[in-house]
């Protein structure tokens, strides 16, 4: 396979998966066998487990946004970060994660198009109006218990906070509508975020490169495919060894944090 650098193209589109944040410690429900406390994730990641049993859904994210709060960026975001600084500050970064991490390494940098949502924000289910969000609404014992997760480093203005949150039965209620609060998440069964705009990008860049994910679930999965018929050169970098696909022009064996910072090196 050939050997690209990404310091060549202007139009590059980069699509991140659990593999870049494994090294942060973000666990992978994949890994676990898909349970969580015995139950499986998709108990717990639909809306009909939501309808049936909203209290369950809550502790579930709220563990997911200690989990987060507690992990910090590693050396493949703040990779990226620095290339998009230094080389090319119109990097267009697709992630299937919601752990916040490309955020945290990049401020305004680099502002990934998170197409599975974020674990900073929640949703009326009223309105739709999206809430900047961090809070832990259970403790770890499953005890309705809120607090700060530490995904905000400063809490912005337009954050919900503690003091201010409005609660029923031990769940949180819109600050818009004093309704059932959601998390922002694309659930089984639900459309991606910013699919429209993402199959623009892939249709008019130059460089594709897909980070730390398996390609096995679509829409994602057809992304290299897409950006390769449409005359794009590919990148594959994943910690899996790779069998032969027709669409990958390079392939990077190893852990993100070790192949990303090397692959766009800035000097």
Not at 81 to 89: G, S
Not at 94 to 120: E, F, K, W
């Amino acid at each position: 396979m050939e050997s690209l650098n990404p310091i060549n193209y202007k139009r590059i589109v980069i699509l991140t998966g659990a593999g870049i944040s494994a090294e942060s410690g973000i666990q992978t429900f994949r890994d676990s066998g898909g349970l969580w406390e015995n139950y499986p994730v998709e108990e717990v990641a639909t809306p009909d487990a939501f309808h049936r049993d909203p209290h369950k859904v809550w502790r579930f994210y709220s563990h997911r946004r200690h989990q987060a709060g507690l992990a910090t960026p590693n050396r493949a975001h703040e990779a990226l970060v620095d290339f998009a600084q230094k080389i090319n500050p119109h990097l267009f970064l697709i992630t299937q994660n919601v752990d916040y991490l490309h955020q945290r390494a990049g401020g305004d940098i680099l502002s990934p198009h998170c197409m599975h949502g974020s674990l900073h924000q929640s949703r009326c289910t009223a309105c739709q109006k999206v809430h900047l969000d961090d809070i832990v609404y259970y403790d770890e014992s499953g005890r309705f218990n809120p607090k700060h997760s530490g995904l905000f480093s400063t809490l912005p203005t337009n954050a919900l906070t503690v003091e201010n949150l409005k609660i029923s039965e031990e769940l949180p209620l819109s600050p818009c509508c004093h309704e059932l609060l959601r998390p922002h998440i694309v659930w089984f069964g639900e459309v991606p975020f910013h699919l429209e705009e993402i199959f623009r990008r892939l249709e008019h860049c130059e460089l594709f490169i897909s980070i730390g994910t398996s390609g096995q679930v679509y829409p994602a999965a057809g992304f290299l495919q897409t950006a390769k018929s449409h005359g794009a050169r590919t990148v594959l970098i994943n910690q899996e060894a790779h069998h032969h696909n027709p669409y990958v022009d390079q392939f990077l064996e190893g852990k993100a944090g070790e192949v990303v910072p090397k692959f766009f090196k800035t000097t």
